[in-house]
């Protein structure tokens, strides 16, 4: 489920698009016959007459509108199923039917206003006649997914499951079915291009001969390359054939992409060209070369002067060394002056623009291009407009000013400046503009500890945020201090443990509808009960960290799991293998065997090799288990799968191996081997790790100072995190170095550990974000005191590194009358959970402060 969809109905937390409590004007068809019955579900009502003729899969009939045309288009196209007697849903209200056409949503689903279920063929093409020509001369959005019939504007089909059937994936989620001409299950492909299962064929259209040669646009434009793509259209790189010059080329599709101000994207994209054409005839340079614009088909295209460089947000990943420890302080100052240069062009450019008259008004880190020569150039003008008319009330996110801002005068392009001077420095605006107070001190704290801020760079950065709040009562739960962090960071990480406590306990629901803890997006996807995004993580990182866990909370989980188990995958993230494990440190020994015995017979426990979701994380609960509830069938399935695991072709594993690191990667699979194997104390399993630990640090790279360093699938990212990146090899790799003592494993560990020496990322998170560095150092902290002789100093500097980095957590922490959250800087609500939430947050702050006694994955021995 979308992000965007799920911002609309709360202001603090993430919640289904049908629980808006004001959707606007609702719909339904008029002239209802006896017999008919209309079901709400979701964003949808059905309608169904008394027997319907219902079949598994088959043509599935859209009908697209205009908003104007809402009404008249339901009534028409419901009068004809009434009297064909078919099964039709229809969007529910105006509010659903906006969401549907935003431009943030996904291109599969939009356009979609009504669809219809005919059993077969003959009612199907019957049915489409019929409303082609009862909505002839009707216009409304294409449904990428779908075929148009015959001439018509918006009559539309593809061939689908007309009872959703689905099957489980390893991750927890689900993947839609549909059957294909052999009566096989395939997936219910739902991307943005019509597509039939093999061996279905079109009885509605003529086949046409497939197209050879380049597709031009407008007879000139050849598509190289996709950029980017929404709902409103896409962005495109390609070569004018004519002239041999690479240019960008900007889509707009027709009755689509509407934004919170009522514009759809071809209006969208007139002003911008006309802008385009007024800026470069008055300041050329100043934007991209306006080129061309035309309409082919029902699409508008404007092609402009591509910008080569590098976006402003990669450009920043690429060179920032802020926050980082063990960077010397000459790396810092270089990044600092390209800081000051890039600004210093942004400036110019912002004050010529505002110099002919007009104000950029999204100034923000999607919309600047970083050229090799640090200049910089301002892309997608889609919202300026002249500064002697109100600024657009489009932008993004932590770069437009708040209303009381606004009404103070506050300008767009100014606080937009402000917040991208901020980004280079730290990517978290988000925060800064939901909790101003006392932040920026901690912002600095983090940033200051080799070089200072130049002064008039961190004027520009705090510039609309000083910082005080005269005569505001403190909170219960307050932010500490620098300062205070700076003279006794135990205590006060102490008191950013309880304010987070305090805050996890108050979001909690026992008799929630959707959830008993707030998840991320991610949850709704998967499931609300499991250790990653659900009930499960938060109360194992309350129980962990010494909270009591309310009864009520024991006993909704308890239901949930029992009542789920069977439907859940059985992974350790995001199944049962997680769940099982958690009920038995509640408590609840029968009930964690009954969960965890579903996943030996169940037909994904193999399925993949992984941790987060595959037989590693399943083999690890098992031994755990083992080891607290008896049972030796436990430990002889864990036992199967690490011998399957170390008779396998190490290249194997390899190649279906995720990026570095503990979800996916084969630092988690080694972790788990190492795990059994020192339970066990079958040295099989223990070689078996070190070769895979061998295997995972061959994937990294030379970073030079950096250590060595592991990127994503892609090449484009260093990760230090704890999923993908250096925390979670750091972890299993310290692990493996303290039992087995292998020299390349003891070796290559200070080096792996370098790149979680930091106090900014984007998120907070445990398995994305800081607070999986935390706890991959705290961990090695001890390992380093254990492994030196006495008097040597290792170990102690190591806990001193791993406090300080944890005490850079205390930045993301937002007030709230009932306690502390915290807020990804891509996320816009607050969530609860251990992957990416306050739970999180709070289990890597228990073990720094407490110990091997604040788990992070399922471990024998831990008391």
Known sequence: ?????????????????????????????????????????????????????????????????????????????????????????????????????????????????IAIYPPEVTTARRLMERLAAELKGETGPYVLTDRRYADSGVVQYRYGAHRSRSRLQPDGTTLQLVRDGQGRDVPDVRSAQFVLPAGVEDPFATPEPPHTGPILLNGRYEVTGVIRHSNGGGTYRATDTRTG??????????????????????????????????????????CPEPLDRFTEWEHDFLVTEFVEGAGFVQWVAAHTVMGRF????????????????????????????????????????????????????????????????????????????????????VEDDEYGFSGLAQFALFPLTQQLARDPVGRTELYRRDLEHVVPVPAELWRTVTRFHPGTAAGAPAPVHDLPSATALDADPERELERLR??????????????GRDWVFPPPPRGYAVNTHCLEHGTAGVLHALLRSGAGVPDELVARFRRDALKNAAVLAPGLQNGTAGIAW?????????????????????PLSLASAGLAHGAAGIGLAHVALHERLGGDRRLAFAAGIADAFVAEDPRRLLSGAGAPGLASGLAGTALFLRTIGAYTGEQRYLRGAVALMHAELDRGADGGADG?????????????????????????LTRLAATTGDERCVRTLPQVVAMCRLTCTVDPGLHAGLAGPVYALAEYAEYAERAEPAG????????????????????????????LRVLGAAEERFHADLGSGSAGVLLALARVLDGPGAP???????P
């Open 245 to 286: 010059r690479t240019v960008f080329v900007k889509e707009a599709r027709a009755h689509n992409g509407f934004m919170g101000d009522g514009t759809d994207s071809r209006r969208r994209l007139r002003h911008e060209w006309e802008i385009l054409e007024r800026v470069h005839s008055l300041a050329p340079g100043l």
């Open 326 to 409: 063990d960077v010397d302080a000459a790396r810092h100052a270089e990044y600092l002056a390209r800081v000051d240069r890039v600004l210093a062009s942004l400036r110019a450019a912002i004050d010529r623009l505002h110099g002919i008259g007009l104000r950029f008004g999204d100034l923000s880190h999607g919309n600047v291009v970083v050229l090799d020569d640090l200049d910089v150039r301002l892309i997608d003008f889609e919202t300026a407009n002249p500064l002697d008319e109100k600024p657009s009330a489009l932008g993004t996110p932590g770069y437009k000013p708040t209303p009381a801002q606004v009404a103070a005068g």
């Open 498 to 511: 309880a304010g987070l406590t305090a805050g996890l306990l108050a979001m909690a629901r026992p008799d």
């Open 708 to 732: 060595l360093v592991f990127r994503d699938t892609t090449q484009s990212r260093i990760l230090p995190y704890l999923a993908e990146g250096s925390a979670g090899v750091a972890l299993a």
């Open 1 to 113: 489920m979308q992000a965007f969809w799920l911002t609309l109905a709360d202001k603090e937390f993430y919640l289904p698009l049908d629980r808006v409590s004001d959707v606007g004007e609702t719909y339904a068809p008029s002239g209802i016959p006896d017999g008919w019955s209309g079901t709400v579900d979701g964003t949808w009502t059905y309608w169904r007459p008394a027997d319907p003729v219902l079949v598994d899969e088959g043509w599935k009939v859209h009908v697209s509108t205009r908003p104007e045309r809402l009404r008249f288009t339901l009534d028409t196209v419901a009068a004809v199923c009434f009297d064909e007697g078919l099964v039709f849903k229809h969007l529910s209200a105006r509010l659903f039917y906006e969401v549907f056409h935003h431009k943030h949503v996904d291109r599969a689903q939009a356009g979609k206003f």
């Open 856 to 862: 992070l994955l399922p471990e024998p021995g831990t």
């Open 582 to 602: 958690v009920l038995a440190e509640l408590g609840l020994g029968d009930e964690a065997g009954e969960v965890l015995d579903t996943a030996p017979g169940h």
């Open 792 to 819: 040597h100093v290792g170990g102690p500097r190591e806990r001193a590194t791993a406090l300080r980095v944890a005490t850079g957590l205390a930045k993301y922490a937002i007030r709230h009358p009932d306690g």
